[in-house]
């Protein structure tokens, strides 16, 4: 047979041992070589009066089979008496078992507050004390073993116990955190939860499982619980007539009353989930705090990853072929193109919506509904710090030119990009009057400055942009938009004021008011529309885009574009700045159409762009003058076939100066063509570059040919 455990040279105080359980723990314990303090009050079992008899007897009892022990008459109240009596005449304090307990059962509506307080005193400050007094002996010894007495009518509740209940229920609590506090120092502390016969249960339980439930019975499962191989700490042992087993806090598997991060919570909402809530099915044990805090974090993470929630707005957009026109206006469609007639012209035969039009329903819907107001969790969003960070479309089928959409926009995510700020992607479907779906947008609202409320960086609801391949651009097309262009793009909807507004707009950080992200958009998306679909709208599948930096009205676009079989990625940048202003943009196209002179068309676009930068350049290369005027260059040009000596370019103006002149003034010139490659020898029409040239400059005089180039036409014509 396996050796006995022994408790030899340890030192147990047990509190309430003058009979019943704390009785059977002390004689248990010195029987296998423990020295005892046996402690009793020797009161009665409502806690009245005192005697020193019980302690005294068992004392006799364990000194008569040999065993070591001293008795202690003092009230748990007393704690560190009791301890004291233990250092006293052991020197050392190794097990305490806090079993001292009384009853003062009524019915909770008869319970005065001397009974809660007795009751509390003796079970819970009571084990306080006592453990108070051994914490630190044990802790320096680097050795303990604590057990607390509590009771099933703690864990589940009792009639007439709600004193004891309570008190019992703490007990659990302190057992709990003591476990964690003395585990660095080997102080191990476990609770009982016995079901015995003692004084306290004689007339509680019934008799005949009364002379079942011997003391004798659970003191083995007490002392295992204060051997020093036993490794349990902080464990719940429910224990009676030889049976033992541990108890444990269960939690269900639970449930998010909310949908998403963003959402408050109603009472409806809570009654709504309650059978969720109550569903114990898939309970797991609640071990530690770590374990309890980490399912919220991992809860709050789903419902920041969550999908949108039910709060769907839904509002109708109705536009007519005006509301098309004047939109086709506001991104750069121009009589000067016959081939955009289509978008201009309502009695046009192929009269139709440009493809970047099909966000404007949603958007506008979207913009108007307060959705985004408190979108960020803890913040309400500024509106002067609001851009447009990023803009998708899916078209899932041809709109008329005029009717009513119905759209259903939702927040999607919300992002937080830390100091930089904060992305709501809100999520548009838009459906026509047969209730098909037309398109699905997703529109990302970049809010500077609202990060960093705790939120997640990345979400799998964001529809992507795509790299552009790294060869030079396949085309590329320029065109420059007008000063006027947001106050025209406006009259599609879009009243941010940061687009009219100067002091608006320098709320928003910027000198002066920017383009909308949506009309640069259409203006590139017009650009791949014309040079790979033959401006056909109806061949468009999607359009992505980032807007990276501002455009200001009055700049030059230039849109590169890469084609990867029917995906046209583009970036757009700005003349006059040289930033990228869309990235990571493309159109999937149904089939691609390129256009007929794509080749020439894109290598005249870049002869003026490298026309433009040569200028640029050989300005650059006059310091003293660019220093002088700041940014502004000089040029030589000639004016009516004459050398005008030095002219003034304002890049960022894009206005010529005389020479000597302050930038403002304004010069009406005559721009001379004088050289055969200037013009189109069939038709007298200028060259594109140069066109760009004189737009550019801001030439408003007219065109005059030399003599030279009048002659050539004349032949051409004559050929
Ligand atoms: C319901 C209401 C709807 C309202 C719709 C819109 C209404 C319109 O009237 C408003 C407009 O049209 S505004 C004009 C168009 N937009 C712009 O001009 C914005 C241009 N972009 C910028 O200035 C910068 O990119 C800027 C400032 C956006 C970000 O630049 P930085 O602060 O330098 O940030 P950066 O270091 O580049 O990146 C930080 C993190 O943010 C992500 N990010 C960057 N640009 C983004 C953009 N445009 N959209 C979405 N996310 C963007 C980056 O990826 C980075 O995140 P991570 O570190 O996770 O990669």
């Given at each position: 047979?396996?050796e ?26 010195a ?61 050392r ?74 008190a019992?229920y ?32 004689e ?6 499982m ?39 806090m ?55 990853t ?7 707005v ?22 000067k ?7 201009l ?14 966000i ?64 709501i ?82 709320m ?126 000089l ?40 050289d ?44």
């Amino acid at each position: 047979m396996a050796e006995k455990l022994r408790f030899n040279g340890r030192v147990a105080v047990v509190t309430g041992a003058g009979a019943g359980l704390g009785r059977t723990y002390a004689l248990l314990l010195a029987e296998r070589g423990a020295s005892v303090v046996v402690n009793d009050l020797g009161g009665g079992r409502h806690g009245d009066g005192s005697s020193t008899k019980a302690a005294d007897t068992v004392v006799e009892e364990i000194k008569a089979k040999g065993g070591k022990a001293v008795p202690d008459y003092n009230s748990v109240e007393d704690g560190e008496k009791i301890i004291q009596t233990a250092l006293d005449n052991f020197g050392r304090v190794d097990i305490l078992i806090n079993n001292a307990g009384i009853l003062r059962d009524r019915t909770f509506a008869r319970i005065s507050d001397q009974d809660w307080d007795l009751v509390h005193r003796v079970h819970l400050k009571g084990s306080f004390k006592t453990t108070q007094a051994a914490w630190p002996h044990m802790r320096k010894q680097q050795y303990g073993r604590i057990i607390m007495t509590s009771s099933q009518s703690g864990l589940c509740g009792n009639f007439g116990q709600a004193n004891y209940s309570a008190a019992k229920y703490g007990l659990v609590g302190l057992n709990n955190t003591l476990a964690l506090e003395g585990d660095k120092y080997n102080i191990h502390c476990n609770t009982i939860v016995p079901t015995a016969a003692s004084r306290l249960t004689e007339d509680i339980l019934p008799p005949d499982m009364f002379a079942e439930l011997r003391p004798c019975l659970i003191a083995p499962v007490v002392a295992w619980l204060c051997h020093e191989s036993c490794g349990d700490n902080g464990s719940i042992i429910d224990s009676g007539a030889g049976y033992a087993a541990q108890c444990q806090m269960y939690r269900g598997e639970g449930v998010s009353l909310r949908k998403r991060i963003t959402d408050d919570l109603s009472i409806e909402d809570v009654r709504d989930s309650w059978e969720k809530v109550t569903d114990m099915s898939k309970a797991t044990p609640l071990t530690t705090i770590q374990a309890a805090t980490s399912n919220l974090m991992t809860v709050l993470e789903e419902l920041r990853t969550a999908p949108a929630s039910g709060k769907v707005v839904k509002d109708k957009f109705s536009y007519t072929p005006r509301d098309l026109i004047i939109y086709a206006l506001g991104v750069g469609a121009s009589t000067k193109n016959p081939d955009d007639l289509r978008f201009l012209y309502e009695n046009h035969e192929d009269f139709a919506a440009l493809p970047s039009f099909y966000i404007i329903p949603g958007q506008m819907v979207g913009m108007f509904s307060g959705l985004i107001d408190n979108a960020i969790p803890g913040k309400t969003v500024d509106p002067t710090q609001l851009l447009h960070g990023e803009q998708f479309v899916e078209i899932l089928k041809p709109i008329s030119t005029s009717g009513t959409l119905t759209n259903q926009c939702q927040i999607a995510d919300v992002l937080d990009k830390g100091s930089k700020g904060a992305v709501i992607l809100m999520d548009i479907d838009t459906f026509d009057e047969e209730g098909d779906q037309v398109a699905h947008s997703q529109m990302t609202v970049f809010i500077r400055g609202a990060g960093e409320f705790g939120g997640r960086q990345s979400s799998n609801k964001q529809i992507m942009c795509a790299d552009r391949p790294k060869r030079k651009a396949d085309a590329s097309r320029i065109q420059a938009t007008i000063l006027d262009q947001a106050a025209l793009y406006r009259l599609s909807g879009d009243a941010n004021p940061l687009h009219i507004d100067p002091n608006f707009a320098s709320m928003g950080g910027f000198d002066r008011p920017i383009l909308h992200g949506m009309a640069t958009l259409g203006f590139a998306t017009k650009h791949v529309l014309e040079l790979y679909a033959g401006n056909d709208p109806s061949l468009v599948k999607t359009i992505k885009v980032r807007f990276t930096k501002p455009v200001l009205p009055g700049h030059t676009l230039k849109t590169d574009m890469w084609r990867e079989g029917h995906r046209i990625h583009f970036e757009t940048s700005t003349i006059e700045t040289g930033n990228i202003v869309i990235s990571g943009a493309y159109m999937d196209l149904k089939e691609v159409q390129p256009a007929v002179n794509l080749h020439k068309v894109a290598a005249e676009s870049l002869k003026c762009e490298e026309m433009f930068n040569d200028m640029r350049k050989r300005m650059e290369a006059d310091p003293a003058t660019a220093k002088k005027i700041n940014g502004v260059f000089l040029y030589n040009i000639t004016k009516n076939g004459q050398a005008a000596g030095k002219w003034v370019v304002d890049l960022k103006q894009c206005k010529l100066y005389k020479g000597d002149a302050e930038p403002g003034v304004k010069v009406d010139t005559t721009l001379t063509v004088d050289d055969q490659d200037m013009i189109d020898i069939t038709t007298g029409k200028l060259n594109p570059q140069v066109a760009f040239m004189k737009q550019k400059l801001k030439i408003t005089g007219n065109i005059m040919l030399t003599q030279k180039l009048q002659g050539l036409l004349k032949a051409q014509s004559k050929l």
